[in-house]
């Protein structure tokens, strides 16, 4: 049984703001904001459909996400070409499986498309990682970014999105920095704790661009068709270490701890390629 629930805020919209403006009034103090203004200006804006996907790279095998009733976190990976998931998504998914092109870095899957976008100058990082999301029909369950900040640059079509500030954490059903909760409207029978939590909520249309402060909950519907980039940069180490109120303060250790396991897989990974190369 599905029903009605909580209590909601809007998220402030501004129009691009200046890089003092925007660190002084939402970076800092750690605010989402939606900004219009830049995104609308890349030539990827009056680029990117599939059309445009298919013509530069329909026969790529690409990697993509087969979620299984919304569940992101245990979704499995799997290759095809891109030409075929462009038609999968072309049209309604509506069964238990949902494919979803996600977090691929974009200089690695569509490396033709990197000049048709320029890094905001929000972003203090040189380099930071620009990942790709384009698809339909799917909810990317409520997560955090416990590294540091991100900027949701939606190119076509649009995303409504969820917002829960990180003193929302006791009612999110939380594991590891994503939520249980797989599904949206969130049935709360399963989940009575969710009635309780809080929530920004926006839309965000091509052209527009969501900030999201490390630490920050949010889940992400996508209806039609819709293709962004997400750009991800690392916090200052205070930030990381000084979890805000409801993150658990073991939350950067384990997640440092993580970090470490991974490189160190891909550096015996590297090593044996080498050794079977020799």
Same mark, same amino acid.
């Given at each position: 049984?599905?029903?009605?629930?909580?209590?909601?805020?809007?998220?402030? $919209? @501004?129009?691009?703001?200046?890089?003092?403006?925007?660190?002084?009034?939402? !970076?800092?103090? /750690?605010?989402? @904001?939606? +900004?219009? /203004?830049?995104?609308?200006?890349?030539?990827?804006?009056?680029?990117?459909?599939?059309?445009?996907?298919?013509? +530069?790279?329909?026969?790529?095998?690409?990697? *993509? &996400?087969? =979620?299984?009733?919304?569940?992101?976190?245990? !979704?499995?990976?799997?290759? =095809?070409?891109?030409?075929?998931?462009? #038609?999968?998504?072309?049209? &309604? %998914?509506? /069964?238990?499986?949902?494919?979803?092109?996600?977090? %691929?870095?974009?200089?690695?899957?569509?490396?033709?498309?990197?000049?048709?976008?320029?890094?905001?100058?929000?972003?203090?990082?040189?380099?930071?990682? !620009?990942?790709?999301? +384009? /698809?339909?029909?799917?909810?990317?369950? =409520?997560?955090?970014?416990?590294?540091?900040?991100?900027?949701?640059?939606?190119?076509?079509? $649009?995303?409504?999105?969820?917002?829960?500030?990180?003193?929302?954490?006791?009612?999110?059903? %939380?594991?590891? #920095?994503?939520?249980?909760?797989?599904?949206?409207?969130?049935?709360?029978?399963?989940?009575?704790?969710?009635?309780?939590?809080?929530?920004?909520?926006?839309? @965000?249309?091509?052209?527009?661009?969501?900030?999201?402060?490390?630490?920050?909950?949010?889940?992400?519907?996508?209806?039609?068709?819709?293709?962004?980039? *997400?750009?991800?940069?690392?916090?200052?180490?205070?930030?990381?270490?000084?979890?805000?109120?409801? +993150?658990?303060?073991?939350?950067?250790?384990?997640?440092?701890?993580?970090?470490?396991?991974?490189?160190? &897989?891909?550096?015996?990974? &590297?090593?044996?390629?080498? %050794?079977?190369?020799?």
């Amino acid at each position: 049984m599905k029903l009605s629930y909580n209590t909601s805020s809007n998220v402030a $919209r @501004v129009d691009a703001p200046s890089v003092e403006e925007f660190t002084s009034l939402y !970076a800092e103090p /750690g605010k989402p @904001v939606l +900004i219009s /203004g830049v995104v609308s200006n890349w030539p990827a804006y009056s680029l990117w459909n599939q059309k445009y996907f298919n013509s +530069i790279a329909g026969d790529r095998l690409i990697p *993509v &996400k087969r =979620m299984r009733n919304g569940d992101y976190l245990e !979704a499995a990976n799997e290759l =095809m070409k891109l030409s075929e998931y462009l #038609n999968i998504v072309s049209k &309604k %998914q509506t /069964g238990e499986d949902r494919f979803y092109l996600s977090e %691929q870095p974009v200089k690695r899957v569509l490396p033709e498309v990197v000049a048709d976008y320029s890094k905001p100058t929000y972003i203090e990082s040189d380099d930071p990682l !620009a990942v790709c999301y +384009i /698809g339909s029909h799917v909810y990317s369950q =409520m997560h955090f970014h416990p590294y540091g900040k991100a900027l949701l640059c939606v190119v076509s079509g $649009r995303k409504r999105v969820k917002l829960f500030a990180p003193d929302q954490t006791q009612f999110l059903y %939380q594991k590891y #920095n994503f939520s249980k909760i797989t599904e949206e409207p969130v049935d709360l029978e399963k989940y009575p704790l969710y009635a309780n939590a809080n929530y920004y909520e926006c839309e @965000v249309n091509a052209g527009e661009m969501l900030f999201f402060p490390i630490y920050w909950w949010h889940g992400v519907d996508t209806q039609e068709f819709t293709s962004a980039v *997400v750009f991800f940069w690392n916090d200052s180490r205070r930030l990381r270490w000084s979890p805000p109120p409801g +993150i658990p303060w073991h939350t950067p250790l384990l997640f440092e701890i993580a970090s470490w396991y991974f490189k160190g &897989k891909a550096i015996l990974r &590297k090593l044996a390629n080498y %050794q079977d190369g020799n």
